[in-house]
Nanobody, 125 residues
Framework: HVQLVESGGGSVQAGGSLRLSCVVS????????MGWFRQAPGKQREGVAMIDSDDGDTGYADTVKGRFTISKDNAKNILYLQMNSLESEDTAMYYC???????????????????WGQGTQVTVS
């Protein structure tokens, strides 16, 4: 059973940095896509960053491109999201998610994901 547990959220001033971590109990399959999503109060959940298990391809929402970096440590079973130059608009609950068999291709940000963590709050002031 795949379990995802996020950590690393907190409060930070605009322009600051945070690194989110997501401990994965087991990678869902040999072929999967991992992603970070966020949801701000009163807004729909949106995909932020994705990474493909096969070739390490990554994808980012336009709003975070150049500021956020997604990565994973296969040996430690951890997914990361390095967030730099944070803005107040980045304030949200951040979730990691996993989808077996998915790839980082057009439409992945709108695709359903099967496994979800409980979220970690990021507040930028």
């Amino acid at each position: 059973h795949v379990q995802l547990v996020e950590s690393g959220g907190g409060s930070v001033q605009a322009g600051g940095s945070l690194r989110l971590s997501c401990v994965v109990s087991q990678w869902p399959t040999n072929d999967y896509c991992m992603g970070w999503f966020r949801q701000a109060p009163g807004k729909q959940r949106e995909g932020v960053a994705m990474i493909d298990s096969d070739d390490g391809d990554t994808g980012y929402a336009d709003t975070v491109k150049g500021r956020f970096t997604i990565s994973k440590d296969n040996a430690k079973n951890i997914l990361y999201l390095q967030m730099n130059s944070l803005e107040s608009e980045d304030t949200a609950m951040y979730y990691c998610a996993a989808e077996p068999g998915a790839e980082v291709v057009a439409g992945i940000f709108e695709s359903p994901f099967t496994y979800w963590g409980q979220g970690t709050q990021v507040t930028v002031s």
